[in-house]
C-alpha cells in the first residue's frame, strides 16, 4: 500500500450496521457511518443538537479543558443564524481579490523557499507555517503574528502524549483576551474589532461569544489545515503524474481540491448531543447520550461514491461532507478552499516531483476503529520544474 494511501476502517461496519460506538472519557458516542444517514442527522437539529455543554459535541470531548462556548458552531436555531449573519461575511472574503493575490504571494514564497532545500517535514517546517501565516489574513491581523502562533506547535488543545491539555488550551485562551483588550482600546480592521462593532438583537457582543468566535476560528481551522496540506503533499509524491495532469489541465483544479478533501477528510467526525430517545440505522439511541456524524466514513461510502477508496481528481460527482452539512457546514470552508486551490495550483506550477524521505502516521484511536488521519512527521525533498 502506498504511503500517502488514507485507508478506510468503518467499510464492515458502514455495509452491515451503519453505525459503529466508541467510548469517549466514559461518555460513549454512537458513530453514524453511511453518507444518507450522517445527511440525515446533521439536518435534524432539533433531535441532535450542537447546544450542548460546550466542548461535548467533540470528538474528543473538550468538557474538562472549556467552558467558552464556541459560536456559531455550538448553537442551534434560531439563535445560530443570527450569530452566522454577523460573521459570515468576513469569513467569504477569501474570495476577495486582494485577499486571494495576498494569500498566493505567501504560498508562492513557501514553496519557494522549500525548494531551495535538501529537505523538509512538512507537518511543522511547511504546512503549520503555510496554515499559520494564512490565518493572518483571516483575522486580518498582522504578518509577525504567525510566529506566535506557529510556537504553540500544530493543535491547539493537545501536546506531546497529552490528547486534552488544559494548560496549553489557556495559552490560546490568554492571547485572545489580551487581544480583545488591545482592540477595544484602539480598534482596527481586524476580526477582534469587527466583533466588537457587532449586535444581536440591537446588544452589542458579550467579551464571552466574541472570545468564542475566535476560539473557533483558531481551532477549527488549524489541525484540518494541516492534515489537508500534508496528505496533499504526500499523495503527489506517490502520484507526480497528478501534478503533470493539474499542470496540463489547470481547469480541473476545483473538481481536484474537492476530491483531494474528500478522500483525506481532514476532521474525522463531529459530535451531537441527542435531545430525546430515539433511534439511528435502527439502533436505540437515548436522550443526553452522543453521536457522531462520521464526515469521513461518509465520504467512501460506495453507494453514493464510484471507486471511493480511488482518489479521481476529475470526479463529477462529489457531494462529500468533508465540510459537515446542513446548517453547521463549515464557516471557515472558504478560507480553507482557497488555501488548497492556490497550493494545487503552485504546486503543479513550480514543483515537478517530491521525493518521500521519512515518515510516521497520525493514527486516530476511535476504539473499534483505527483511522489514519494524517503524519506525525514528513520528511520530503521538493523538486523544482
Not at 514564497?109 to 531551495?116: F, G, K, N, Q
Not at 502520484?239 to 476530491?259: C, D, F, R, T, Y
Request: hydrophobic fraction near 35%; charge should be negative.
Amino acid at each position: 500500500m502506498k504511503k500517502s494511501a488514507l485507508p478506510d476502517p468503518f467499510e464492515a461496519a458502514r455495509t452491515t450496521k451503519g453505525y459503529g460506538e466508541m467510548n469517549d472519557q466514559n461518555d460513549p458516542v454512537t458513530m453514524i457511518l453511511g453518507l444518507k444517514d450522517v445527511r440525515k442527522c446533521a439536518h435534524n437539529w432539533k433531535t441532535f443538537q450542537s447546544g450542548a455543554t460546550p466542548g461535548r459535541i467533540v470528538v474528543p470531548s473538550e468538557v474538562n479543558i472549556r467552558d467558552t462556548r464556541q459560536i456559531p458552531f455550538e448553537v442551534d436555531p434560531p439563535e445560530h443564524k443570527a450569530y452566522r449573519a454577523i460573521v459570515e461575511p468576513w469569513f467569504k472574503r477569501p474570495l476577495e481579490a486582494g485577499y486571494s493575490a495576498a494569500l498566493t504571494e505567501q504560498i508562492h514564497a513557501i514553496i519557494d523557499e522549500v525548494l531551495t532545500m535538501d529537505s523538509v517535514e512538512v507537518v511543522e517546517g511547511f504546512s503549520l507555517r503555510l496554515q499559520s501565516r494564512a490565518l493572518t489574513l483571516l483575522l486580518n491581523t498582522p504578518y509577525e503574528e504567525a510566529e506566535t502562533w506557529i510556537s504553540w506547535g500544530t493543535h491547539v488543545f493537545r501536546s506531546e502524549g497529552n490528547a486534552l491539555d488544559g494548560e496549553k488550551a489557556n495559552i490560546l485562551y490568554d492571547y485572545i483576551d489580551e487581544n480583545i483588550s488591545k482592540a477595544i482600546e484602539n480598534p482596527g480592521n481586524d476580526l477582534y474589532s469587527m466583533l466588537l462593532k457587532a449586535t444581536l438583537d440591537g446588544k452589542k457582543l458579550t467579551r464571552e461569544e466574541i472570545k468564542g468566535v475566535v476560539v473557533l476560528t483558531f481551532s477549527g481551522g488549524r489541525d484540518t489545515i494541516i492534515n489537508a496540506v500534508t496528505n496533499a503533499v504526500a499523495y503527489f509524491a506517490e502520484h507526480p503524474e497528478s501534478l503533470h495532469k493539474l499542470k496540463n489541465e489547470p481547469e480541473i483544479a476545483g473538481k481536484a481540491v474537492e476530491e483531494l478533501i474528500r478522500y483525506f477528510s481532514p476532521l474525522t467526525h463531529m459530535g451531537r448531543v441527542v435531545t430525546e430517545d430515539t433511534e439511528v440505522c435502527e439502533h436505540a439511541v437515548k436522550a443526553d447520550s452522543r453521536i457522531s456524524l462520521c464526515w469521513a466514513s461518509a465520504n467512501r461510502d460506495d453507494r453514493v461514491f464510484e471507486n471511493p477508496n480511488e482518489v479521481v481528481l476529475d470526479r463529477k460527482i462529489n457531494p462529500h461532507v468533508a465540510f459537515g452539512f446542513g446548517t453547521h457546514n463549515c464557516l471557515g470552508a472558504t478560507h480553507a478552499r482557497q488555501i488548497m486551490n492556490i497550493l494545487v495550483n503552485t504546486l503543479a506550477e513550480k514543483v515537478k516531483s517530491i521525493d518521500i524521505i521519512d515518515y510516521k502516521e497520525n493514527i486516530e484511536d476511535l476504539d473499534q476503529f483505527k483511522r489514519k488521519v494524517g503524519y506525525d512527521k514528513l520528511t520530503v525533498k521538493f523538486n523544482g520544474q
